[in-house]
């Protein structure tokens, strides 16, 4: 059992830059992907970002590339997902998840079996 501490989540204003964390108990995500989604009230669940703990790769949701940035930090077996230019558009409850999803299910919440709790991010004008 794999337990996902997402956290980083607050009240900034439009413009602002914020960075989620995503940690594991175990301290390392292993051979996993982990991803982060959002959830905007009363909209559906959707991919935002990923990247593979072992070995390469990135990526984004189309609607967010330029202003979103996943990176890991294995020292301290973390994820972060960094926000540049926030806007209202991005108020939502931001969920990183663990699995091992192929390239081609990557963006599938289908594809992971782990979850955080969600941090929420609400943007002001």
């Known amino acids: 059992q794999v337990q996902l501490i997402d956290a980083g989540g607050g009240v900034v204003q439009a413009g602002d830059s914020l960075r989620l964390s995503c940690s594991t108990s175990g301290g390392t995500f292993g051979d996993y992907a982990v991803a982060w989604f959002r959830q905007a009230p009363g909209k559906e669940r959707e991919f935002v970002a990923a990247?593979?703990?072992?070995?390469?790769?990135?990526w984004y949701a189309d609607s967010v590339k330029g202003r979103f940035s996943i990176s890991k930090d294995r020292a301290r077996g973390a994820v972060y997902l960094n926000i540049d230019n926030l806007n209202s558009e991005d108020t939502a409850t931001y969920y990183c998840?663990?699995?091992?999803?192929?390239?081609?299910?990557?963006?599938?919440?289908?594809?992971?079996?782990?979850w955080g709790q969600g941090t929420q991010v609400t943007v002001s004008s």
């Open positions: 998840a663990a699995g091992r999803p192929i390239v081609s299910t990557i963006r599938s919440m289908r594809a992971y079996y782990y």
């Open positions: 990247i593979r703990w072992s070995g390469g790769g990135t």
